[in-house]
C-alpha cells in the first residue's frame, strides 16, 4: 500500500466515480464528522458522481439516498440500489440473485446456530430495517467481540450454504449470488449505461468485506484502520490514508481534490 499522497495527478483528474462503505471509512467511533460529510459535498460540486457501498440496511439506505449528497447507495452488501429518479425520488433496482422471501427460515437457522456458535454475539439492532440478509453483531454494540469472533461465526454461515462476508462491526449473512463489486458492476451497465468501472472510479473502504472492491479497483484507497484486519485479507487497497474513518476518508479526498485544481 503507497501512502494517498502518492495518487498520481492522471487517476485523479480522470476520476468520474468515488465509491466507498461507510461504517469506519466514513465515519468515525460510530459518528458522521463534518470533514467527512463536508468532502462528500465537495466531491459533488466537483462533478464526481459519489456511491456509498455499504453492508447497511434498506431503512438507512432509503433516508441515504434523499438526505445526503450522494448520486446512488449500494445496499445490504449488494442485494439492492437506491437511486433518484428524474423527479428525486428514490428507486430501487435489485440483484436479480436476491433470494425469495421463503429464504427468511433458513436466515432463521444460520441466525440460530450463529448465536449458539458464538457465544456473546448478538443480532443488529438494525436488523428490522433489512430486506435480504442478516446481520450479526460482534463490535458495533456491547460487548466488543474480537476478529476470531467474527470469523467463527463466518465460518458457521458458509457451513450452512450462506455467504458472509465481515465489516468492521458486523458479519453479514445472505443467500444470494453478489456481492458489493458484482451489484456495482450491474448497476453502472444497466442502470447508467456506463462500462467505464472500475477504470475511471476510486473506492474508499476499511474491512474485509471491501476486499472484492480493493482487488477490482486499480485505484483503491483504505482508511488507516483497514490496518486492522491486513493479516487476514488477501487483497489490500493500493493507497492508504494517514488517519482513520472519516478523518482518512477526508484526506482521500483532499488529496483528489487538489490534484484536480479544486
Avoid at 421463503?102 to 436466515?107: G, K, P
Amino acid at each position: 500500500m503507497k501512502p494517498i499522497k502518492e495518487l498520481p495527478e492522471a487517476c485523479a483528474k480522470g476520476l468520474k466515480y468515488l465509491l466507498h462503505d461507510i461504517d469506519d471509512t466514513i465515519t468515525t467511533n460510530g459518528k458522521l464528522p463534518p470533514e467527512a460529510y463536508a468532502a462528500l459535498w465537495r466531491l459533488r460540486e466537483a462533478g464526481i458522481r459519489v456511491i456509498p457501498v455499504t453492508g447497511r440496511p434498506a431503512g438507512w439506505c432509503d433516508l441515504i439516498v434523499r438526505q445526503w449528497p450522494v448520486d446512488a447507495v449500494i445496499g445490504e452488501n449488494g442485494a439492492f440500489v437506491y437511486y433518484p429518479d428524474e423527479n428525486g425520488a428514490p428507486r430501487m433496482f435489485v440483484h436479480p440473485s436476491v433470494a425469495s422471501p421463503q429464504v427468511r427460515e433458513s436466515l432463521t437457522a444460520v441466525r440460530d446456530a450463529c448465536l449458539a456458535g458464538a457465544p456473546g454475539c448478538r443480532v443488529a439492532k438494525d436488523q428490522f430495517a433489512r430486506l435480504y440478509d442478516l446481520a450479526i453483531d460482534f463490535c458495533e454494540d456491547p460487548p466488543r467481540l474480537g476478529f476470531e469472533t467474527a470469523q467463527r461465526i463466518r465460518r458457521i454461515a458458509e457451513a450452512m450454504g450462506a455467504q458472509a462476508k465481515v465489516s468492521s462491526i458486523h458479519v453479514n449473512i445472505w443467500f444470494g449470488d453478489y456481492d458489493k463489486l458484482t451489484m456495482a458492476r450491474l448497476f453502472f451497465e444497466r442502470v447508467w449505461g456506463a462500462k467505464d468501472l472500475p477504470q475511471a472510479g476510486l473506492f474508499v473502504g476499511d474491512s474485509p468485506n471491501d476486499e472484492p472492491m480493493f482487488a477490482a479497483f486499480p485505484a483503491s484507497c483504505g482508511v488507516a484502520n483497514v490496518m486492522a484486519f491486513a493479516d487476514s485479507m488477501k487483497y489490500l487497497p493500493a493507497y492508504i490514508t494517514e488517519g482513520e474513518g472519516g478523518a482518512g476518508f477526508a484526506e482521500a479526498v483532499d488529496r483528489i481534490l487538489a490534484l484536480r485544481g479544486g
